[in-house]
């Protein structure tokens, strides 16, 4: 019988290292001097075929510095749409953002049926390091939606902390 270490026996070792922005995020928003970078005002995805041709069209609008923005996309389905529509607000005031991916996405849904939770998990990168997140929610776009937010919030924070 072989003993593994706890480094060899642990599946998802490599991601332990990764932080999760999710948590780091909670954290902050629940901090009374906490000042968040950005917030959403509304989100919207419309998803519809006409002619045998899809088209997924999403719209945000953002609260940065007291300015509401208005950000707009299609894309190849609704996550990656309001992913486009929330970084052209986004790199407008960060540019930084240009170098932030989503790397990985990942949806799970628990229970039985359609109204079951859905959980949302995210990794991202800027090219120098990788964070996840994870929300949850009975509605797949809306857990996606906001692990896409802790994302971007947990990023610009910690280049906010960086160049304090």
């Known amino acids: 019988m072989s003993h593994q ?3 060899e026996s642990n599946f998802f070792n490599e991601d332990t290292k990764v ?3 999710s948590q780091e995020v ?3 928003r629940n901090s009374q001097h906490y000042d968040p970078p950005f917030g959403i005002e509304r989100w919207r995805v419309i998803d519809e075929v006409w002619n045998g041709k899809t088209a997924i069209d999403a719209v945000v ?3 940065v510095n007291g300015r509401q923005e208005f950000g707009a996309a299609q894309g190849v389905g609704g996550v990656n749409a ?3 529509a929330l970084r052209q607000v986004l790199t407008n005031h960060f540019p930084f953002i240009e170098t932030v991916q989503l790397v990985e996405l990942y ?4 229970g039985a049926g359609t109204a079951a939770e859905v959980v949302s998990i995210m990794k991202f990168s800027d090219g120098v390091q990788q964070w996840s ?6 509605d797949l776009l809306e857990s996606a939606w906001l692990a896409l937010i802790d994302g971007y ?3 610009i924070t910690m280049s906010r902390k960086t160049s304090e």
Do not use: F, I, K, N
Request: proline share 7%; no cysteine.
């Open 82 to 84: 309001l992913d486009q």
């Open 61 to 63: 609008l953002v609260d």
């Open 26 to 28: 909670e954290e902050w």
């Open 133 to 138: 997140t994870m929300r949850q929610s009975r």
């Open 153 to 155: 919030e947990w990023a």
């Open 107 to 110: 949806t799970h849904r628990g």
């Open 19 to 21: 932080p999760q922005a």
């Open 5 to 7: 270490t706890p480094e």
